[in-house]
């Protein structure tokens, strides 16, 4: 379904609402002169009694089917269609998911009843490969309710429309414009900010000289990490003004990603576009659909091994003019087609 009324009204359900992802959507669209809220689904009182309720829902229908997902809900119906009806959306936008708030089919419902087109910004599939029955649930019990699916990489555009039938567009995501000051000093050599994973280890060990490591889920996996590594580690995540203010001190920054997105041959991750857009040099491993968004060794440099990641961020340490070449044409690219105004353009047309 397609609304084709003039004036649209988009209603943003948030399901990650911990990343300004959704946030930064709605300021665009607002500054593209339609009218949007946003409704952080993180941030909502849960059902009253939601603990002791899923339990047993869950215990119900594990009796009915053992090899099933089950997730209750967090939120009461009554919250979704009193918004509904405060809003009188035209459009609503899904990002991330809903399932863990609101029934798929409620939504669905409710969206034919206001005649809205309903869709969804997909950001966090490739975080369900390792969760099998979760994964088949979000397929076979969410994705069809959609009007329209936009999905963050080629690799899971692909799947969702030619494997199961979903209409699905490949839409990548985008950065608000960073401030850049050049006169910040440049004290932090290689930057990663990311939480913890074996694939992410075993490629930092091999930079343990030169790295910054902030993120969550480090100190669980210091039994893995050597005692260089670990002292260069803050094991807490980082977002908004801090992380801006750390990407603008790093000489380089790193993206590495996580084992379930690299299997699956993707790694157009936020933190990409995050990077380019403070105006900084990216180093990112290497995956092909990365190809169709920047010119690589001119706007953003890829490695496609530990030996290539430390020989490159060896060789850029040491040639300050041509990492400041690369980062330059690196934000002009980014500024040129990969902001969240730029996606939005891209969404609605």
């Not at 399932?99 to 975080?127: H, I, M, V």
């Not at 899971?156 to 850049?180: C, E, K, N, S, Y």
Request: hydrophobic share 40%; net charge neutral.
């Amino acid at each position: 379904m397609t609304n084709e009324r003039t004036n649209p009204r988009f209603l943003v359900l948030d399901g990650i609402g911990g990343v300004p992802l959704g946030r930064e959507i709605v300021e665009n669209l607002r500054a593209s002169g339609h009218e949007a809220f946003h409704f952080d689904c993180l941030r909502q009182k849960s059902r009253a009694f939601y603990g002791v309720r899923s339990a047993y829902a869950k215990t119900v229908n594990k009796r009915g089917d053992k090899e099933g997902f089950y997730f209750l809900p967090k939120l009461a119906e009554g919250t979704l269609e009193k918004l509904a009806g405060e809003t009188r959306p035209t459009h609503i936008l899904v990002v991330g998911f809903i399932y863990k708030f609101f029934d798929p089919r409620q939504l669905k419902r409710l969206a034919a009843a206001l005649g809205a087109t309903l869709w969804l910004y997909d950001t966090d599939s490739c975080n369900l490969y390792d969760k099998r029955r979760e994964f088949v649930f979000f397929i076979e019990e969410e994705l069809p309710v959609y009007d329209r699916i936009y999905s963050f990489s080629q690799v899971t555009t692909r799947f969702f429309a030619d494997t199961r039938r979903l209409p699905a567009v490949h839409l990548p995501f985008g950065a608000q414009p960073i401030a850049i000051d050049a006169n910040v000093e440049k004290s932090i050599d290689a930057l990663f900010v990311g939480s913890g994973d074996f694939r992410r280890i075993l490629q930092l060990e091999t930079i343990r000289d030169n790295v910054t490591v902030f993120g969550n889920r480090w100190q669980r996996n210091f039994p893995l990490i050597s005692d260089e590594l670990r002292a260069k580690i803050t094991d807490r995540p980082v977002w908004g003004d801090e992380l801006h203010q750390l990407l603008t001190r790093a000489k380089v920054v790193l993206n590495i990603t996580r084992t379930d997105f690299y299997g699956a041959e993707t790694g157009v991750n936020l933190r990409i576009f995050e990077a380019v857009a403070a105006g900084c040099f990216l180093l990112t491993d290497h995956c092909d659909e990365i190809e169709d968004l920047f010119e690589i060794g001119k706007e953003i440099e890829t490695f496609r091994s530990s030996r290539e990641l430390a020989e490159k961020v060896g060789f850029y340490l040491k040639n300050d003019g041509a990492r400041a070449a690369i980062a330059e044409r690196g934000h002009e690219r980014f500024m040129k087609s990969h902001t969240w105004q730029a996606r939005v353009q891209q969404m609605l047309f």
